[in-house]
């Protein structure tokens, strides 16, 4: 069963920092872009960066030049650096990767979320 493994969200002060880490599981013969969304209450899920298979990364305007998206392909895991957290990054955040678990098929997965809250 090929599953995505959140870890790395908690409770931090603004200005603070956090990693988050992901790591896909099970049988996979290929992955494609990496990246990680968020969704406050009462708010839609959104893109908050993005890595593709050879590195190359995409951030939302939001978080450029506090967050930081990296990935091992060898350990099949993507990373958030997240800098100078501010309250209004307070959300769940979601590991999304683009894999094949089927050699010819790409499909998206999701992992199960985890907290993230900047409060003092």
């Known amino acids: 069963q090929v599953q995505l493994v959140e870890s790395g969200g908690g409770l931090v002060q603004p200005g603070g920092s956090l990693r988050l880490s992901c790591a896909a599981s099970?049988?996979?013969?290929?992955?494609?872009?990496m990246g990680w969304y968020r969704q406050a209450p009462g708010n839609q899920r959104e893109l908050v960066a993005r890595?593709?298979?050879?590195?190359?990364?995409y951030y939302a305007d939001s978080v450029k030049g506090r967050f930081t998206i990296s990935r091992d392909n060898a350990k099949n895991t993507v990373y958030l650096q997240m800098n100078s957290l501010k309250p209004e990054d307070t959300a769940v955040y979601y590991c999304?990767?683009?894999?094949?678990?089927?050699?010819?098929?790409?499909?998206?997965?999701w992992g199960q979320g985890t907290q993230v809250t900047v409060s003092s």
């Open positions: 890595i593709t298979s050879g590195g190359s990364p």
């Open positions: 999304n990767a683009e894999m094949r678990t089927i050699p010819t098929i790409n499909s998206d997965y």
């Open positions: 099970g049988i996979i013969f290929g992955i494609n872009h």
